[in-house]
């Protein structure tokens, strides 16, 4: 019952994320690139500020270092999923407004098929499209006033089957093997005013993308003494061009003459994913406190984009259009007693978490400037859930405040709580009848 129970969960979960992979952001700042990208943690590292590369244990989804995997006992089956809500507030000049937005944001498994291996699966988002504003101003040097108005929605998902293997003791690799699909659809619209001429010129901007994702990890284990071990980790992902089309359709209407004039470009397999690649190191003294720290890059510097001037016709590939993206990440799990009764000393088997991310951004903002930088920090903790027969589930909540700001342009602060449910069943142990 307890098998047919969680695959049930499991199954209906992956749905509801596969349906929400067209995410709510609400950053303007996500018209560019692909989007705003996701940080792709679960619930038992967000409290740590997503830290991953060297975290490893039968107890967690590590799927951004594929080689956890293998730490993953014979009795295990983990299910974990995760929601979150947010409220942001966007600041230019003296304006400043509030927004909120709600997502179902994972859903992961991990069981071992064999000695040393074990096996994931699951649905992560990638990236987020939405956003929906306007701005009036001056042309220089005219009489002209122009309103321009802003829309976008979509995102992009990847769903992945990963393998961890063991080499040998101390030593693991595995890899994540991703379908990668979704899409987006981006408007402008520029109403050119001089006295009662009118000219209106609206654009649509549209691409669907369906390919594949291939990211690798490996992790060394070393204990320095008998009390601390420390994990080493490092992870790949395989850059490759995702053999989609970038559409753009614009429609000229001129209020004196009444003519309608309508352009359609097409530019042909214009989406690439970057070359990327991490390290980082965790220790664990005494089996109670972790602490960790990552370093991440990937290589956008050197793809060619979709561009477009808001005020022409013109759609073609711009090789400056995207940056080079370095993220690090530091954080800590503390557990004041890891082998204590969770019956006589409930909170002190309660995991409390923080953790701080700095990330570059990853894209140029069309008027000049680099995108925003990314600061974040979280705090939170994982509690166990306790019946009669489990106490190694958990519930993770944690707390992340997010920065996005760059100069001139709109500084954005995010208040996010993630919601995690970490089912950890011994689905697999054998019955005995005395």
Do not use: C
Not at 81 to 96: A, R, Y
Request: proline letters at 3%; aromatic letters at 12%; charged letters at 15%.
């Amino acid at each position: 019952m307890n098998k047919r129970l969680f695959a049930t969960i499991l199954m209906g979960a992956v749905t509801l994320s596969g349906m929400a992979q067209v995410s709510k952001t609400l950053s303007p700042y996500s018209m560019y690139g692909l989007g705003v990208l996701a940080d792709q943690s679960q619930g038992f590292n967000r409290g740590m500020g997503g830290l991953s590369m060297g975290l490893r244990g039968g107890t967690m989804v590590n799927m951004l270092n594929p080689a956890s995997y293998s730490a993953v006992d014979s009795l295990t089956m983990i299910i974990d999923m995760g929601v979150s809500g947010q409220i942001t507030n966007f600041k230019e000049g003296g304006i400043s407004m509030n927004r909120k937005s709600a997502d179902f944001d994972y859903a992961v498994a991990l069981f071992r098929v064999m000695p040393k291996m074990g096996v994931s699966v699951g649905v992560v988002p990638f990236s987020n499209v939405g956003y929906d504003f306007s701005a009036t101003e001056k042309v220089p040097n005219s009489t002209l006033t122009s309103v321009m108005t802003y829309s976008g929605s979509g995102g992009f998902s990847q769903a992945f089957l990963g393998v961890g293997y063991e080499v040998f003791k101390g030593f693991s690799v595995g890899a994540n093997f991703s379908y990668f699909w979704g899409n987006y659809s981006k408007s402008l619209g520029v109403a050119a005013v001089k006295e009662s001429h009118i000219n209106v010129m609206l654009k649509a901007y549209e691409t669907k993308i369906s390919s594949y994702k291939f990211d690798f990890g490996a992790q060394g284990q070393f204990a320095l003494d008998k009390n601390n071990v420390l994990t080493v980790g490092a992870t790949f992902g395989l850059g490759h061009k995702l053999g989609a089309d970038a559409n753009m359709y614009v429609m000229n209407t001129d209020s004196e003459t009444a003519l309608v004039d309508t352009t359609t470009v097409t530019l042909s397999d214009a989406f690439q994913l970057p070359m990327s690649f991490g390290v980082g190191a965790a220790l664990v003294h005494k089996n109670s406190l972790t602490v960790g720290v990552d370093y991440s890059y990937e290589h956008w510097g050197n793809l060619d984009f979709p561009y477009s001037n808001d005020l022409t016709d013109r759609y073609e590939m711009s090789s400056s259009a995207l940056l080079d993206r370095h993220k690090v990440t530091m954080g800590a799990d503390w557990i004041p007693e890891p082998n204590s009764m969770v019956r006589r000393s409930f909170f002190k088997s309660i995991h409390y978490k923080v953790g701080a991310s700095y990330a570059t951004p990853y894209y140029n903002i069309r008027g000049g400037g680099k995108g925003p930088r990314e600061f974040a920090l979280t705090a939170g903790f994982a509690i166990p859930i306790i019946n009669s027969w489990n106490n190694r589930s958990l519930l993770n909540i944690s707390a992340q405040w997010v920065n996005s700001s760059t100069s001139n342009f709109i500084k954005e602060n995010s208040f996010r709580i993630n919601i995690g449910l970490t089912f950890n069943e011994r689905w697999f142990a054998k019955w005995k009848v005395d």
